[in-house]
């Protein structure tokens, strides 16, 4: 049988952490502002977000480590397609003519509160590198 102590040393326990410390890192270069990283990670209650954002460390659940995946996928991609690291991070705000964006930018097609639309900003650029 399973006890709140073990559930929290599982798997996503022990992911919870670096991938927190990972998207907030991700989240200052991109200048994203509480909301925006709020809807990014699914909209958690805000004393969840806060918790999480001052201990950098948390049992996340599998839509949220899914989410945080797909943000570092694509901080991943930016960084191949463009080795400058400002272009990189400002490619997210920019406007893109794709069909996939249609004149809007990919962080607002990521701020949908989908997270079909984080996928699909990562098979772009994953396209965009000859992945896809």
């Known amino acids: 049988m399973e006890t709140a102590a073990s559930s929290r040393s599982g798997p996503q326990a022990r992911l919870g952490g670096a991938g927190l410390r990972a998207f907030f ?18 909209d958690p209650p805000e004393s969840t977000f806060y918790k999480w954002k001052r ?15 797909y943000v570092l996928g694509i901080f991943k991609d930016l ?12 490619w997210v705000r920019a406007p893109n003519a794709a069909p996939t964006f249609g004149g809007r930018s990919a962080l607002e097609r990521m701020l949908s509160g989908n997270v079909a639309d984080l996928y699909v900003v990562r098979q772009y650029l994953d396209a965009q590198r000859g992945w896809g």
């Open 25 to 42: 890192a991700i989240a200052e270069r991109w200048g994203l502002r509480v909301a925006e990283q709020r809807r990014l990670l699914g």
């Open 55 to 69: 201990e950098r460390d948390g049992a996340l659940s599998r839509d949220v480590l899914e989410r945080i995946s």
């Open 79 to 90: 960084a191949i397609l463009f080795p400058e690291p400002a272009r990189a991070d400002a």
